[in-house]
């Protein structure tokens, strides 16, 4: 799409395409969290978009989507890739970007989820891999931030894999009950101390603008890291 010039962005792990999705990847996309994404009377996220029928739940997902795009702005972004599983292209989750006046803070913050059926296989740790290239490598982030909660060991989990450093606990009233909500960060210098997968970004020149920074540059197009 020549005026959404996020739809040319990819970024490809081993086993992963990363991508705005289009109309029927989105609806792909849906219908994998209505199979289900965090187990039953589970809640891994503030807002309980992952709970309900599954109509429900499908429906939350096509709508964050839309407000995301609708509601993008230079200094107010959110970046929702759907997670695809190459070769095939089969849809399997969601890796999201986010940030408010990057230019100015240079944080962003990310969150990830993929349907029951393909979680711990290695494939969350990928896509958090990706977007942490294209936060450090290409946005020229310093530090990058995620939350999870106590209970959510595998997410706790990648994070710990990539050396963030815990940043605090926050107590939330949650469907009326206490959630500790782990906060945890990693910086540029941390991100670059540590071996990483090979990731390759495409279309990043054409829509760096979008995320408030300079539209001249240095050709970041594909960041390698063996
Ligand atoms: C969180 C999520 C995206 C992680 O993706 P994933 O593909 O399952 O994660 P990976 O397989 O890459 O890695 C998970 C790690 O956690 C570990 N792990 C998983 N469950 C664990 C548990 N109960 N206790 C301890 N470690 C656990 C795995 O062993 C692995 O670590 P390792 O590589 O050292 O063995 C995925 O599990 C998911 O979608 N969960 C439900 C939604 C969600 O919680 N989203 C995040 C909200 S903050």
């Known amino acids: 799409m020549r005026h959404w010039p996020l739809t040319q962005l990819t970024l490809t792990t081993p086993d992963l395409l990363l991508r705005v999705p289009n109309d029927e990847q989105l609806d792909e996309l849906a219908q994998v969290a209505a199979d289900g994404v965090v187990p039953p009377g589970t809640v891994y996220f503030p807002q309980p978009w992952a709970s309900g029928s599954p109509d429900e739940v499908a ?3 096509l709508q964050n989507h ?11 972004w959110r970046l929702l890739l ?16 986010s940030a408010r006046s990057f230019s100015v803070t240079r944080e962003a913050r990310t969150g990830f989820w993929l349907g029951r059926r393909f979680q711990g296989r290695g494939y969350g740790t990928q896509m958090r891999a990706a977007a942490l290239h294209l936060a450090f490598d290409n946005l020229g982030a310093e530090r990058v931030v995620s939350t999870a909660f106590a209970d959510n060991h595998a997410s706790l989990r990648v994070s710990e894999k990539f050396g963030y450093e815990p940043n605090g606990i926050r107590r939330l009233a949650l469907e009326g009950r206490l959630v500790k909500a782990h906060d ?19 279309g990043f020149t054409e829509c760096r603008h979008m995320f ?4 001249a540059a240095e050709p970041v197009d594909v960041v390698s890291h063996l």
């Open 212 to 215: 408030g920074l300079p539209a």
């Open 184 to 202: 945890g960060a990693i910086t540029a210098a941390g991100w670059r101390s540590r071996p990483q997968q090979s990731t390759q970004i495409n």
């Open 66 to 76: 839309w407000w995301a795009r609708g509601d993008w702005r230079e200094d107010n």
């Open 82 to 97: 759907a997670v695809l599983l190459l070769p095939d292209g089969q849809v399997i989750g969601q890796q999201n970007l």
């Open 59 to 61: 429906r939350n997902v």
